[in-house]
């Protein structure tokens, strides 16, 4: 089991799996977005903001977490003890 499975921050993000070619590599994308909506010369102008946080798993154990897009990371993003 990966500490990612209990993570309380990325159990509230939608959750994208894949695996690389290889099959060896996992890789999760917990998906953190929300949808904007702001008056642009006089129309109203919706926009997506998101923060892929990506992460490649090998043998139950994170090997990179790459955060992409409009991300803020802090203490939250890590594992607890």
């Keep these: 089991m990966v500490k990612l499975d209990t ?9 994208e799996r894949s695996f690389a070619a290889d099959g060896a590599i996992e890789i999760r994308n917990y998906v953190n977005e929300m949808h904007v909506s702001a008056p642009i010369a006089g129309m109203m102008v919706s926009r997506r903001i998101a923060c892929n946080n990506i992460f490649y798993i090998h043998d139950d154990v994170v090997m990179e977490y790459r955060p992409t897009g409009r991300c803020y990371t802090d203490a939250t993003t890590r594992p607890r003890r």
């Design 7 to 15: 993570h309380p921050l990325f159990l509230t993000m939608r959750l």
